[in-house]
């Protein structure tokens, strides 16, 4: 991607960024450390930017690919973007909540979104991932990639203002 398409990314990521910034970490590891904190660039909003570094390394333990994951939702490579939206594209319904797991183009009503910005209205479950919260950076990353479509792989979503995007 071209500099300055990576420069635009930058600041829609940092526009979009929502919640309060706790200063706590992203590690697996438990706490509110600031151990595991996603550096300021996190990468690109795109999916397999996120299952790299965060579904896989901060959900696929529990999401894992058996026949009962935690949540009835697999996170692992090759199977989570199926199970957030569904075959259709349009979002899987989440199975605690009215939501889908990802209505494209809407991070407020995606229940993975609510999962990680804080708990879910009653009945949701707790906030995920359990024991640590994710970074403002990664939040933003899921965010972003939500709000831009939710395309698959390495898409990325049209430019606004008429440019072209670059998604490799």
């Known amino acids: 991607m071209k500099a300055a398409g990576w420069a635009g990314m930058a ?22 450390s600031d151990a595991g904190t996603a550096a300021p660039d996190a990468g690109p909003p795109t999916f397999n930017n996120i299952q790299a570094t965060i579904f896989t390394p ?30 259709d594209g349009q979002g899987a319904n989440a199975i605690k909540s009215d939501f889908p797991q990802v209505k494209p183009g809407v991070p407020e009503e995606s229940f993975l979104y609510i999962k990680v910005v804080d708990r879910p209205p009653s ?8 024991g640590t919260r994710l970074s403002d950076e990664r939040i933003a990353l899921i965010r972003a990639w939500i709000a831009g479509g939710a395309l698959p792989g390495d898409q990325l979503p049209a430019p606004r203002d008429g440019g072209v995007a670059d998604g490799g």
């Open 58 to 87: 901060e959900c696929a333990d529990c999401h894992d690919g058996s026949a009962n994951p935690a949540g009835q939702l697999s996170l692992v490579a090759g199977a989570a973007y199926q199970a957030l939206l569904g075959p």
């Open 123 to 130: 009945g949701g479950g707790s906030r995920m991932p359990i």
């Open 11 to 32: 600041l829609v990521m940092a526009a979009v960024a929502c919640g309060p910034t706790t200063g706590s970490g992203g590690s697996s590891s438990g706490g509110d």
